[in-house]
Nanobody, 121 residues
Framework: QVQLVESGGGLVEAGGSLRLSCAAS????????MGWYRQAPGKQRDLVAT???????NYADSVKGRFTISRDNAKNTVYLQMNGLKPEDTAVYYC???????????????WGQGTQVTVTS
C-alpha cells in the first residue's frame, strides 16, 4: 500500500523557520495533488497549502507570504518551507496526497501520521 512519512517538525521561537518534508512510497502509479494540513488541539484539521502535479499552488490566507509548498516528483516528496512562524502556527502538520494506485482506475487520498510544529513567543 501507500505510505506517507512526514519529517522536519520541531520547536522554534516566533519568527523562526522550519522545513517540513513528506515522502511517499508504495504501489504508486501517479501522485497528483499533494498538500499540507494542520490541526491544533481542540480544533479541526485545516488546509495549509496544496500543489498539483504541474506545480500550481494554493495557500490558506493565514500563511500566504510566509509558507512555500514545493515538490520533487523524482523523489515523490512534497515540502513546506515555513518562514516567519507565529505561535498560532502551532499544530500537528499532516501530509496529504491524491494517489493513482498501480492497477487502479481511481484516485485515492492518503494521509501521513503528522509532525508536531510548536512555535513559542
Amino acid at each position: 500500500q501507500v505510505q506517507l512519512v512526514e519529517s522536519g517538525g520541531g520547536l522554534v521561537e516566533a519568527g523562526g523557520s522550519l522545513r517540513l518534508s513528506c515522502a511517499a512510497s508504495g504501489s504508486i502509479f501517479r501522485l497528483n495533488t499533494m498538500g499540507w494540513y494542520r490541526q491544533a488541539p481542540g480544533k479541526q484539521r485545516d488546509l495549509v497549502a496544496t500543489i498539483t502535479s504541474g506545480g500550481t499552488t494554493n495557500y490558506a490566507d493565514s500563511v500566504k507570504g510566509r509558507f512555500t509548498i514545493s515538490r520533487d516528483n523524482a523523489k515523490n516528496t512534497v515540502y513546506l518551507q515555513m518562514n516567519g512562524l507565529k505561535p498560532e502556527d502551532t499544530a500537528v502538520y499532516y501530509c496529504n496526497a491524491d494517489v493513482m494506485l498501480v492497477a487502479s482506475l481511481y484516485e485515492r487520498k492518503y494521509w501521513g501520521q503528522g509532525t508536531q510544529v510548536t512555535v513559542t513567543s
